[in-house]
Protein backbone atom coordinates (compact mmCIF):
# COMPACT_ATOMS: atom_id res chain seq x y z
CA UNK A 1 0.00 0.00 0.00
CA UNK A 2 1.42 3.70 -0.56
CA UNK A 3 -0.23 7.15 -0.68
CA UNK A 4 -0.12 9.74 -2.90
CA UNK A 5 0.17 13.29 -1.34
CA UNK A 6 0.26 15.53 -4.09
CA UNK A 7 -3.49 17.65 -4.24
CA UNK A 8 -5.73 16.14 -7.14
CA UNK A 9 -8.26 18.45 -8.31
CA UNK A 10 -12.23 18.35 -10.10
CA UNK A 11 -13.51 21.28 -11.67
CA UNK A 12 -15.18 22.55 -8.49
CA UNK A 13 -11.52 23.15 -7.19
CA UNK A 14 -10.65 25.53 -9.55
CA UNK A 15 -11.72 29.03 -11.27
CA UNK A 16 -9.95 30.68 -14.53
CA UNK A 17 -8.03 33.80 -13.64
CA UNK A 18 -9.03 36.46 -16.06
CA UNK A 19 -6.37 37.93 -17.84
CA UNK A 20 -5.79 41.23 -20.26
CA UNK A 21 -7.22 40.55 -23.63
CA UNK A 22 -7.73 42.59 -26.91
CA UNK A 23 -11.03 40.67 -28.08
CA UNK A 24 -13.76 43.02 -28.11
CA UNK A 25 -16.52 40.66 -28.28
CA UNK A 26 -17.11 36.85 -27.69
CA UNK A 27 -18.26 36.74 -31.41
CA UNK A 28 -14.51 36.73 -32.58
CA UNK A 29 -13.48 33.84 -30.75
CA UNK A 30 -13.27 30.76 -32.98
CA UNK A 31 -14.58 27.55 -30.79
CA UNK A 32 -13.86 25.05 -33.97
CA UNK A 33 -10.76 23.10 -34.24
CA UNK A 34 -8.89 20.43 -36.78
CA UNK A 35 -8.02 17.60 -34.62
CA UNK A 36 -6.94 14.80 -37.01
CA UNK A 37 -9.77 13.90 -39.01
CA UNK A 38 -12.00 16.13 -37.18
CA UNK A 39 -13.14 19.80 -38.24
CA UNK A 40 -15.28 20.88 -36.33
CA UNK A 41 -16.33 21.83 -32.54
CA UNK A 42 -15.02 19.22 -30.49
CA UNK A 43 -17.97 18.71 -27.96
CA UNK A 44 -19.26 15.43 -28.07
CA UNK A 45 -22.84 13.91 -27.08
CA UNK A 46 -22.05 10.58 -25.00
CA UNK A 47 -23.27 7.28 -25.91
CA UNK A 48 -25.69 6.62 -23.44
CA UNK A 49 -29.63 6.53 -23.64
CA UNK A 50 -30.79 9.00 -23.95
CA UNK A 51 -27.98 11.38 -24.90
CA UNK A 52 -26.38 9.31 -27.47
CA UNK A 53 -28.81 8.66 -30.21
CA UNK A 54 -29.21 8.84 -33.68
CA UNK A 55 -31.66 12.08 -33.49
CA UNK A 56 -29.69 13.22 -31.62
CA UNK A 57 -26.40 12.88 -33.71
CA UNK A 58 -28.18 14.98 -36.69
CA UNK A 59 -28.80 18.10 -34.73
CA UNK A 60 -25.39 18.51 -33.29
CA UNK A 61 -23.70 17.80 -36.86
CA UNK A 62 -25.72 20.17 -37.82
CA UNK A 63 -23.89 22.03 -35.23
CA UNK A 64 -20.36 20.79 -36.39
CA UNK A 65 -20.31 19.16 -32.87
CA UNK A 66 -20.00 15.63 -32.54
CA UNK A 67 -22.38 12.00 -31.08
CA UNK A 68 -20.72 9.27 -29.64
CA UNK A 69 -24.03 6.54 -30.82
CA UNK A 70 -25.20 4.23 -28.05
CA UNK A 71 -24.32 0.71 -28.61
CA UNK A 72 -28.25 -0.67 -28.73
CA UNK A 73 -29.12 -0.03 -32.33
CA UNK A 74 -29.09 -2.79 -34.82
CA UNK A 75 -27.31 -3.20 -37.96
CA UNK A 76 -29.48 -2.81 -40.31
CA UNK A 77 -30.73 0.84 -38.41
CA UNK A 78 -27.29 1.95 -38.61
CA UNK A 79 -26.57 0.64 -42.42
CA UNK A 80 -29.47 2.83 -43.27
CA UNK A 81 -28.92 5.76 -41.53
CA UNK A 82 -25.20 6.00 -42.04
CA UNK A 83 -25.50 5.13 -45.75
CA UNK A 84 -28.46 7.93 -46.29
CA UNK A 85 -27.54 9.56 -49.55
CA UNK A 86 -28.72 13.35 -48.52
CA UNK A 87 -26.58 12.93 -45.18
CA UNK A 88 -24.24 10.53 -45.32
CA UNK A 89 -20.97 11.95 -45.48
CA UNK A 90 -22.28 14.40 -42.52
CA UNK A 91 -23.37 11.84 -40.44
CA UNK A 92 -19.96 9.73 -40.71
CA UNK A 93 -18.02 12.83 -40.50
CA UNK A 94 -19.24 13.86 -36.51
CA UNK A 95 -20.42 10.87 -35.59
CA UNK A 96 -18.98 7.73 -33.88
CA UNK A 97 -20.03 4.17 -33.22
CA UNK A 98 -19.51 2.58 -30.07
CA UNK A 99 -18.50 -0.68 -29.11
CA UNK A 100 -17.16 -3.24 -26.17
CA UNK A 101 -14.84 -6.08 -25.95
CA UNK A 102 -16.94 -9.10 -26.39
CA UNK A 103 -16.56 -11.29 -29.85
CA UNK A 104 -20.10 -10.34 -30.54
CA UNK A 105 -19.96 -6.53 -30.39
CA UNK A 106 -16.78 -7.01 -32.90
CA UNK A 107 -19.22 -9.36 -35.41
CA UNK A 108 -21.97 -6.14 -34.82
CA UNK A 109 -19.09 -3.65 -35.80
CA UNK A 110 -17.96 -5.81 -39.13
CA UNK A 111 -21.81 -6.48 -40.47
CA UNK A 112 -22.19 -2.42 -39.94
CA UNK A 113 -18.84 -1.73 -41.36
CA UNK A 114 -19.16 -3.31 -44.15
CA UNK A 115 -22.42 -1.78 -45.24
CA UNK A 116 -21.88 1.85 -43.93
CA UNK A 117 -17.52 2.24 -44.00
CA UNK A 118 -17.56 3.79 -40.67
CA UNK A 119 -14.44 6.47 -39.88
CA UNK A 120 -14.84 7.20 -36.21
CA UNK A 121 -15.28 4.25 -33.70
CA UNK A 122 -15.14 4.15 -29.88
CA UNK A 123 -14.23 1.15 -28.17
CA UNK A 124 -15.85 2.10 -24.55
CA UNK A 125 -15.58 -0.02 -21.74
CA UNK A 126 -15.65 0.62 -17.67
CA UNK A 127 -12.33 -0.17 -16.88
CA UNK A 128 -9.77 0.95 -19.12
CA UNK A 129 -7.01 -0.68 -17.44
CA UNK A 130 -7.93 -4.55 -18.25
CA UNK A 131 -5.30 -6.00 -20.25
CA UNK A 132 -8.44 -7.83 -22.40
CA UNK A 133 -9.21 -4.16 -22.97
CA UNK A 134 -5.91 -3.09 -24.20
CA UNK A 135 -5.45 -5.85 -26.16
CA UNK A 136 -8.39 -5.81 -27.74
CA UNK A 137 -8.18 -2.04 -29.35
CA UNK A 138 -5.13 -3.38 -30.76
CA UNK A 139 -6.55 -6.46 -32.27
CA UNK A 140 -8.78 -3.75 -33.56
CA UNK A 141 -6.00 -1.71 -35.07
CA UNK A 142 -4.40 -4.15 -36.55
CA UNK A 143 -7.78 -5.21 -38.56
CA UNK A 144 -9.04 -2.12 -39.13
CA UNK A 145 -6.07 0.52 -40.30
CA UNK A 146 -8.27 3.11 -41.79
CA UNK A 147 -10.52 4.17 -38.23
CA UNK A 148 -10.16 6.70 -36.28
CA UNK A 149 -9.85 5.06 -32.34
CA UNK A 150 -11.33 6.39 -29.73
CA UNK A 151 -10.73 3.70 -26.27
CA UNK A 152 -11.36 4.54 -22.36
CA UNK A 153 -11.85 4.88 -19.88
CA UNK A 154 -8.65 5.69 -17.80
CA UNK A 155 -7.70 8.25 -15.72
CA UNK A 156 -3.65 8.29 -15.53
CA UNK A 157 -0.91 8.81 -18.11
CA UNK A 158 0.50 5.32 -18.45
CA UNK A 159 -1.96 3.64 -19.48
CA UNK A 160 -3.31 6.33 -21.58
CA UNK A 161 0.03 6.11 -23.67
CA UNK A 162 -0.31 2.52 -23.39
CA UNK A 163 -3.87 2.88 -25.10
CA UNK A 164 -2.09 5.25 -27.82
CA UNK A 165 0.77 2.73 -28.63
CA UNK A 166 -1.52 0.09 -29.25
CA UNK A 167 -3.14 1.49 -31.77
CA UNK A 168 -6.03 4.80 -30.27
CA UNK A 169 -5.71 7.70 -31.57
CA UNK A 170 -8.01 9.52 -29.18
CA UNK A 171 -8.49 8.43 -25.44
CA UNK A 172 -11.23 9.20 -23.18
CA UNK A 173 -10.59 10.21 -19.63
CA UNK A 174 -12.83 9.62 -16.71
CA UNK A 175 -14.24 7.25 -14.13
CA UNK A 176 -16.63 8.06 -11.61
CA UNK A 177 -16.82 11.78 -12.13
CA UNK A 178 -20.44 11.62 -14.24
CA UNK A 179 -23.99 12.70 -12.50
CA UNK A 180 -25.27 9.15 -12.87
CA UNK A 181 -22.15 7.17 -12.18
CA UNK A 182 -21.84 5.67 -8.75
CA UNK A 183 -18.00 3.85 -9.35
CA UNK A 184 -16.75 6.04 -6.73
CA UNK A 185 -18.99 5.03 -3.94
CA UNK A 186 -19.58 1.64 -4.80
CA UNK A 187 -15.88 0.77 -5.43
CA UNK A 188 -13.95 3.76 -4.33
CA UNK A 189 -12.01 4.03 -6.91
CA UNK A 190 -11.25 7.48 -9.17
CA UNK A 191 -9.45 10.03 -9.65
CA UNK A 192 -10.35 13.88 -9.57
CA UNK A 193 -11.86 14.77 -13.17
CA UNK A 194 -9.48 18.13 -13.55
CA UNK A 195 -6.27 16.58 -12.97
CA UNK A 196 -6.92 13.42 -14.93
CA UNK A 197 -7.54 15.14 -18.18
CA UNK A 198 -4.47 17.46 -17.61
CA UNK A 199 -2.41 14.39 -17.00
CA UNK A 200 -3.67 12.46 -19.59
CA UNK A 201 -3.60 15.24 -21.83
CA UNK A 202 0.15 16.03 -21.31
CA UNK A 203 0.76 12.08 -21.67
CA UNK A 204 -1.31 11.74 -24.88
CA UNK A 205 0.01 15.15 -26.59
CA UNK A 206 3.81 13.70 -26.16
CA UNK A 207 3.06 10.93 -28.24
CA UNK A 208 0.61 12.44 -30.94
CA UNK A 209 -2.63 11.68 -29.58
CA UNK A 210 -5.83 13.32 -28.02
CA UNK A 211 -7.83 12.99 -25.29
CA UNK A 212 -11.60 13.12 -24.57
CA UNK A 213 -12.34 14.40 -20.99
CA UNK A 214 -16.00 12.33 -19.93
CA UNK A 215 -18.14 13.36 -17.03
CA UNK A 216 -17.90 15.73 -14.54
CA UNK A 217 -19.11 18.76 -15.89
CA UNK A 218 -22.18 20.22 -14.74
CA UNK A 219 -22.03 23.60 -16.32
CA UNK A 220 -20.73 25.60 -18.86
CA UNK A 221 -17.94 26.57 -16.80
CA UNK A 222 -16.76 23.11 -16.56
CA UNK A 223 -16.52 22.79 -20.19
CA UNK A 224 -14.41 25.85 -20.48
CA UNK A 225 -12.22 24.19 -17.50
CA UNK A 226 -12.20 20.76 -18.67
CA UNK A 227 -10.88 22.53 -22.14
CA UNK A 228 -8.85 25.16 -20.14
CA UNK A 229 -6.60 22.00 -18.60
CA UNK A 230 -6.07 20.52 -22.28
CA UNK A 231 -9.00 18.54 -23.43
CA UNK A 232 -9.08 17.88 -27.02
CA UNK A 233 -12.68 17.09 -26.67
CA UNK A 234 -15.25 16.87 -24.34
CA UNK A 235 -18.38 14.50 -23.69
CA UNK A 236 -21.36 15.53 -22.05
CA UNK A 237 -23.93 13.05 -20.76
CA UNK A 238 -26.28 14.50 -17.91
CA UNK A 239 -25.68 18.18 -19.60
CA UNK A 240 -27.56 16.91 -22.70
CA UNK A 241 -30.12 14.46 -20.91
CA UNK A 242 -33.51 15.62 -20.75
CA UNK A 243 -33.74 17.06 -24.63
CA UNK A 244 -36.54 16.10 -27.31
CA UNK A 245 -33.60 14.47 -29.21
CA UNK A 246 -32.70 12.01 -26.35
CA UNK A 247 -35.95 9.94 -27.19
CA UNK A 248 -37.20 9.64 -23.26
CA UNK A 249 -40.67 9.96 -22.09
CA UNK A 250 -41.41 13.00 -20.89
CA UNK A 251 -42.80 12.43 -17.26
CA UNK A 252 -44.84 15.45 -15.51
CA UNK A 253 -45.47 15.38 -11.65
CA UNK A 254 -47.51 17.63 -9.88
CA UNK A 255 -45.66 19.87 -6.68
CA UNK A 256 -47.87 21.76 -4.11
CA UNK A 257 -47.32 24.42 -2.05
CA UNK A 258 -48.99 24.67 1.51
CA UNK A 259 -48.17 28.00 2.05
CA UNK A 260 -49.31 29.78 -0.82
CA UNK A 261 -51.63 26.64 -1.79
CA UNK A 262 -50.22 26.28 -5.47
CA UNK A 263 -49.88 23.54 -7.52
CA UNK A 264 -47.46 23.49 -10.26
CA UNK A 265 -46.99 21.19 -12.81
CA UNK A 266 -42.99 20.83 -13.78
CA UNK A 267 -41.63 18.21 -16.24
CA UNK A 268 -39.08 15.27 -16.46
CA UNK A 269 -37.30 13.20 -18.18
CA UNK A 270 -35.42 9.56 -17.07
CA UNK A 271 -31.67 9.31 -17.47
CA UNK A 272 -29.06 6.90 -15.78
CA UNK A 273 -26.05 5.72 -16.05
CA UNK A 274 -25.00 2.46 -18.61
CA UNK A 275 -24.14 0.46 -15.75
CA UNK A 276 -26.96 1.00 -13.41
CA UNK A 277 -29.40 -1.43 -12.87
CA UNK A 278 -32.00 0.06 -15.29
CA UNK A 279 -29.22 0.00 -18.05
CA UNK A 280 -28.51 -3.50 -17.21
CA UNK A 281 -31.96 -4.75 -17.36
CA UNK A 282 -32.81 -3.02 -19.99
CA UNK A 283 -29.16 -4.53 -22.09
CA UNK A 284 -28.43 -7.18 -20.60
CA UNK A 285 -31.35 -9.11 -18.80
CA UNK A 286 -30.30 -7.56 -15.59
CA UNK A 287 -27.44 -7.77 -12.94
CA UNK A 288 -25.08 -11.06 -13.34
CA UNK A 289 -24.99 -12.00 -9.72
CA UNK A 290 -21.14 -11.14 -9.59
CA UNK A 291 -21.60 -7.83 -9.63
CA UNK A 292 -23.12 -4.45 -8.31
CA UNK A 293 -24.91 -1.55 -10.17
CA UNK A 294 -22.73 1.45 -10.41
CA UNK A 295 -24.71 4.02 -12.07
CA UNK A 296 -28.42 5.26 -10.65
CA UNK A 297 -31.37 6.23 -11.95
CA UNK A 298 -32.44 10.02 -12.06
CA UNK A 299 -35.23 12.48 -13.24
CA UNK A 300 -33.69 15.19 -15.12
CA UNK A 301 -35.65 18.64 -16.04
CA UNK A 302 -37.36 18.49 -19.70
CA UNK A 303 -35.68 21.22 -21.18
CA UNK A 304 -37.28 20.80 -24.97
CA UNK A 305 -34.74 21.00 -28.01
CA UNK A 306 -31.05 20.50 -27.68
CA UNK A 307 -30.38 23.63 -29.62
CA UNK A 308 -30.85 25.90 -26.29
CA UNK A 309 -28.52 24.14 -24.16
CA UNK A 310 -25.98 23.89 -27.31
CA UNK A 311 -26.30 28.21 -27.70
CA UNK A 312 -25.84 27.81 -23.87
CA UNK A 313 -22.89 26.00 -23.66
CA UNK A 314 -20.99 27.39 -26.42
CA UNK A 315 -21.77 31.00 -25.34
CA UNK A 316 -20.42 30.22 -21.71
CA UNK A 317 -17.26 28.56 -23.64
CA UNK A 318 -16.67 31.73 -25.62
CA UNK A 319 -17.14 34.58 -22.86
CA UNK A 320 -14.92 32.12 -21.26
CA UNK A 321 -12.26 32.83 -23.82
CA UNK A 322 -12.63 36.32 -23.84
CA UNK A 323 -12.01 36.70 -20.12
CA UNK A 324 -8.43 35.07 -20.37
CA UNK A 325 -7.65 36.43 -23.49
CA UNK A 326 -7.70 33.29 -25.86
CA UNK A 327 -8.88 34.32 -29.71
CA UNK A 328 -9.29 30.55 -30.75
CA UNK A 329 -10.35 27.63 -28.21
CA UNK A 330 -7.20 25.88 -29.46
CA UNK A 331 -5.22 28.41 -27.48
CA UNK A 332 -7.26 28.36 -24.07
CA UNK A 333 -4.87 26.19 -22.23
CA UNK A 334 -1.94 28.12 -23.31
CA UNK A 335 -3.68 31.14 -21.78
CA UNK A 336 -5.01 29.75 -18.68
CA UNK A 337 -3.96 30.38 -15.34
CA UNK A 338 -6.24 27.94 -12.93
CA UNK A 339 -6.97 29.38 -8.71
CA UNK A 340 -7.60 26.85 -6.64
CA UNK A 341 -10.21 27.84 -4.30
CA UNK A 342 -12.96 26.47 -1.75
CA UNK A 343 -15.07 23.61 -3.52
CA UNK A 344 -18.68 23.07 -3.35
CA UNK A 345 -18.50 20.49 -0.36
CA UNK A 346 -16.92 23.72 1.66
CA UNK A 347 -13.62 22.21 1.75
CA UNK A 348 -10.33 24.53 1.56
CA UNK A 349 -7.02 22.31 -0.58
CA UNK A 350 -3.69 23.88 1.22
Known amino acids: MRTEHEVKLDYSNVLLRPKRSTLGSRSKVEVKRQLGAFDGIPIMAANMDGV ?14 FTCLVKS ?36 FRAVNSGADIKYVCIDVAN ?36 ILRGADVVKVGIGPGSVCTTRIQTGVGYPQLSSVI ?18 CTCPGDVAKAFAGGAD ?5 GMLAGHDEGGGQVITKEFHTKEVGVTEEKKFVQFYGMSSEVAN ?20 PYKGPV ?31 FIRCQDTHNRVYE
Do not use: P
Not at 86 to 101: C, K, P, V
Not at 130 to 159: L, P, Q, Y
Open 281 to 300: EKHFGGLKDYRSAEGKEVLV
Open 233 to 237: FVMLG
Open 128 to 163: GYSERFIDFVARFREEFHDKVIMAGNVVTGDITEEL
Open 73 to 108: YKIKELVDWFTDKDRREQRLNHTAYSLGILEDDLTK
Open 199 to 216: ECADAAHGLGGRIIADGG
Open 307 to 337: SNTVQDILGGLRSACTYVGARRLKDLSKCTT
Open 52 to 65: GTLQMADVLADKSM
